[in-house]
Structure formats: structure tokens, C-alpha cells
């Protein structure tokens, strides 16, 4: 496996997680899961989860362009 197919993975895992995450805060605004120790409430869990998915896809984009 070459490190690119690895960062691919990596990104796409991280991906999955920023839009669960933006799910379930978008859902239900008290159960802010994986960012629930972040300060900001909503608004701040709201970020973190947008940042996630905008770093794993940039990163999953960065490991299929190197790749292919």
C-alpha cells in the first residue's frame, strides 16, 4: 500500500466523521459528540465539524491526485 492510498484512506476516514458529526449537531443541537469538549457550543461544534470535513477531503483529493 503506497502512502498515497494511505492519506486517501486517512482523508476519507476523517471525512466520514466531520459529516457525522455535522449530522448530529445539525439533529440534535445538545449531543455535540465527538467535539463535545471544544468551547463555543454550537457555533464552535458546528465549526469544528465543517473544518473536519473540509481537511479530510482535501486530503482524500490530495491522495487520489498523487495516486492516480
Not at 476523517?14 to 445539525?26: D, F, K, P, S, Y
Amino acid at each position: 500500500m503506497s502512502k498515497w492510498l494511505a492519506l486517501q484512506i486517512a482523508g476519507m476516514v476523517i471525512l466520514t466523521v466531520g459529516v457525522h458529526g455535522l449530522i448530529r449537531v445539525l439533529i440534535d443541537h445538545a449531543n455535540r459528540g465527538l467535539v463535545s469538549w471544544m468551547p463555543g457550543g454550537f457555533a464552535g461544534a458546528l465549526t469544528a465539524d465543517v473544518v473536519l470535513i473540509v481537511l479530510g477531503g482535501a486530503l482524500a483529493w490530495l491522495g487520489e491526485a498523487r495516486r492516480g
